[in-house]
């Protein structure tokens, strides 16, 4: 077939990227990677802070690998002259001389200043928690954590992830940045984790994950905050220290001092910005400045549409990114219940499912096509993206030529084959030549679609024009962002034009929560809904129809991560969930939570076997408030016993119950007119901290973009302590129930069934529910003129 080949991926990459991609094979066989002595010495050299007597070569920015799209921030020369006055503070005044026409010629450039001269030469990965030089296991945690989100195998753009930002003033990522910040921060924070956490002249500061408390947002460093507890050398279980025992041996559960209700060790406001300023272009010159950062959202909810990069801040923001594991999942439950919903069928068998995007995010639609049993065809522009995808397995087949994508999706929908198809080329081409074939053949040859473009940032890499290449996208992009705009703007609008044309048959589409909709409307597309609030469209987003009522219930995408890195302990993690949520059905449950929790348990055993794991030991499941507080106990009794060889981090998206207030994804299911209000995600933040997590996040932006979100994460780590086991039964019931109770008082009668449910099981948890109008010409009769 003309078009069908396996291209062959040889990039010249420097020899860091070539180990990493090594791992990654590793990793995607659920191996552990091996560690050398050599690997130690690396982890002490970052610890000891930035490298400058002397100062590294400069090599300026590494070819053939994936690069962050230039920015076209439009500083005046004042504000260049501050961006590189930013950038020089972090160094002394007798090499800034030297480093000043370097970081000029970035900004020039790139429209940032990167700081590749810093960029490190070290593999880049999770490594096991006993490698870092640290003196408690909770700094060694967030380090394991956030090297995860700087693992090639994981993100994309790693090499402006390495140099993090070098500049980019923000807190906490100061030390030691989650995905996207500087490298300059990263060395600094390292250091600070690694040695700063262990100064015993800071009160508390032992246990200290990141800037605690918050204080300061340069990096300056820790400062002090009330005591946590007992020092590193003094957490011991049953008299021993914590080294005494061998890994398998038994180690029963004891106290601490301390508990829930004393300050988390690390806390992480990102993007945080003045109401009135928290636009995109306003975002533009902040980032180029050097004043916040640009955090390229690796992490589950969407993705890079046809693979550039996206930048969005959440779970990368809160250290908790696992690669696309995590949205695998969700577009499973998302296409599966769309399946429910739209076609009425359990069995997708011969149903065809038509999306675009194989980046860091969107990637997930390949493989979650295959686990649901469907045809999947994803188009890409970016060859390297389809590419990965396709050496990693996700992607089964790939083709460049048109003609043969139609020829083989129907051969695969005749035979009911299940198919995971990559097209190179611009979705908008794919979707006119279905209209096309529907046209001319009255062949309807789509069942389901959607889009994972990162079309919360359309103007800047987060989609690409149907009139133009991916290379002349770039090129025009930098040099007439005006022109590029007009561009994008007519895509969209033939786009939306090509699924109108199909949805007047027996075809569902529906928005994956990434501004799709928003920016197709705002370029004078036609997806206006008669009647509808500022939240709908005349397609549903996969919140308002599917995943909504889903949260509603309590359930949302729980995680955690083994930071031993033995895929063992995620293999005894995975056997000791699965058997939480069989006893809980066995116990006797709601039908609905049994469906839930039966979904979910089908999907632990096909995630091990599609060997999902990218980077760190970790998964995934979607479950409710009894369920996460259930598997987060027997976690812990199981590290406590030695059958889990170190500790384990809990976490979840932000893309859940009650992390994120956001009107066109998350809360568009909100109707009572406190859609645009970002009090849950803030009370989330402040709760969870209160409650003894270990580090809390709360964000500006993120999955629909910069000024249209506000999401907040944590990170708990278990150690087998009571002390972990009684802060993770308050974190996780505060996390779920706080976003139930939200959603009953918006009216959702779900909702209200769920916190009423767990009103009559936990005991103390008192909810003021709120009454409903009962009679609507009472609001008639007292508006009347």
């Known amino acids: 077939m003309r078009g069908w080949r396996r291209w062959p991926w040889s990039p010249r990459t420097p020899p860091s990227w070539t180990l990493a991609a090594e791992s990654l094979r590793g990793l995607l066989t659920e191996q552990a990677s091996p560690w050398s002595q050599s690997d130690m010495s690396s982890l002490q050299a970052l610890c000891s802070g930035l490298p400058l007597r002397p100062l590294p070569e400069n090599r300026g920015r590494w070819p053939g690998v994936p690069h962050a799209p230039v920015r076209t921030p439009g500083l ?37 200043i990167y700081m590749y001269r810093f960029c490190p030469d070290m593999e880049m990965r999770a490594y096991p928690v006993e490698q870092y030089p640290c003196r408690t296991r909770a700094a060694a945690a967030i380090m394991h954590m956030v090297m995860n989100n700087l693992d090639p195998a994981v993100a994309q753009v790693t090499a402006e992830k390495r140099e993090l930002g070098l500049g980019q003033r923000c807190p906490v990522e100061t030390h030691f940045p989650p995905g996207a910040c500087d490298l300059r921060r990263k060395r600094a924070g390292v250091q600070q984790l690694g040695s700063v956490l262990a100064d015993d002249d800071l009160p508390g500061t032992d246990d200290r994950g990141a800037d605690p408390g918050h204080v300061q947002r ?10 946590r507890g007992p020092k590193a050398g003094h957490l011991q279980r049953d008299g021993g220290s914590r080294g005494s025992r061998g890994a398998g041996a038994p180690r029963p559960l004891t106290p601490h001092s301390g508990g829930p209700g004393v300050a988390p060790p690390s806390s992480v406001p990102l993007f945080q910005v003045i109401p009135n300023y928290s636009s995109r272009m306003e975002y533009e010159k902040l980032f180029a400045m050097g004043v916040t950062i640009r955090l390229k959202r690796v992490a589950e909810g969407l993705s890079r549409s046809f693979s ?73 522009v970016d060859r390297a993206a389809l590419m990965k995808r396709h050496e990693q397995g996700w992607l089964m087949e790939v083709t460049d030529s048109l003609d043969g994508c139609i020829e083989r ?66 090129s025009l992009m930098a040099s007439d962002p005006a022109a590029f705009k007009c561009l994008v703007q007519e ?44 939240t709908e469209f005349r397609y549903p987003s996969y919140v308002q129809h599917i995943m909504g009522d889903i949260f509603s219930q309590g359930f949302g995408p729980f995680r955690w991560v083994c930071t031993s890195g033995d895929p063992q302990d995620l293999a005894v993690t995975d056997q000791l969930a699965t058997s939480v949520l069989e006893e809980a059905i066995a116990d006797g449950v709601d039908p609905a939570v049994k469906l839930q929790y039966m979904d979910n348990i089908c999907w632990v055993r096909e995630a091990a076997k599609h060997r999902l794991v990218v980077g ?43 992390g994120t207030d956001s009107p066109f994804r998350e809360t568009s299911n909100i109707h009572d007119g406190s859609a645009f209000c970002a009090d849950m995600a803030v009370q989330n933040f402040v ?65 209200h069934e769920t916190i009423c449910r767990t009103m009559e099981e936990i005991r103390g948890l008192v909810v003021t529910l709120p009454h409903e109008v009962a009679d609507e010409r009472v609001l008639q009769q007292a508006l009347r003129p």
């Open 409 to 474: 999706l129907r051969e695969a929908r005749r035979r009911k084959e299940v198919l995971s198809l990559g097209y190179h080329g611009n979705v908008v081409d794919l979707w006119e030549r279905l209209v096309y074939e529907l046209d001319t053949t009255g062949e309807l040859l789509v069942d389901l679609g959607s889009d994972q473009t990162s079309c919360h940032n359309p103007f800047n890499g987060g989609y690409y024009p149907v009139q133009l290449g991916f290379a002349e996208a770039q």
């Open 616 to 658: 760190s030991q970790a998964r995934i499941l979607y479950s409710d408030q009894k369920g996460r507080v259930a598997i987060a106990v027997a976690f812990n009794q199981a590290i406590a016993r030695g059958e889990i060889k170190a500790p384990v981090v809990l976490s979840r998206d932000h893309h859940d119950v009650s």
């Open 218 to 227: 340069a990096p300056a460093g820790p400062l002090p905050q009330q005591p």
């Open 491 to 534: 895509s969209l609008r033939r786009h939306v034009s090509a699924i109108n044309r199909l949805a007047k048959e027996n075809f569902f589409f529906w928005d994956y929560g990434n501004a799709f909709l928003l920016e197709a409307q705002r370029a004078g597309a036609d997806v206006g809904k008669a009647g509808a609030d500022k």
């Open 687 to 751: 709760g969870d901290a209160f409650r003894g997590a270990t580090w809390v996040a709360l964000h500006n932006g993120g999955g629909v973009g910069w000024g249209e979100v506000i999401n907040g994460g944590f990170g708990l780590v278990l150690d087998g302590t009571l002390e972990a086991e009684q802060k993770a039964k308050m974190v996780l019931s505060w996390d779920v129930s706080n976003g139930v109770a939200r959603r009953c008082w918006s009216g959702n009668r779900k909702a």
């Open 308 to 380: 550039v990069p996206r930048y969005g801040q959440m779970t990368a923001g809160s250290y908790c990114y696992i690669g696309p594991q995590g949205i695998v999942h969700g577009t499973v439950l998302t296409v599966l219940n769309a399946g429910r919903r739209y076609l009425g069928v359990q069995d997708l068998a011969g149903k065809v499912f038509v999306s675009s995007g194989l980046g860091g995010m969107s990637g997930a639609q390949a493989k979650a096509a295959v686990i649901v049993g469907c045809i999947g065809v994803v188009a890409e």
């Open 76 to 112: 005046s020369p004042a504000e260049e002259q501050l961006a590189l006055r930013n950038a020089l503070r972090y160094f002394p005044p007798d090499i800034q001389e030297l480093l000043a026409p370097e970081f000029a010629q970035e900004l020039r450039l790139y429209g940032h």
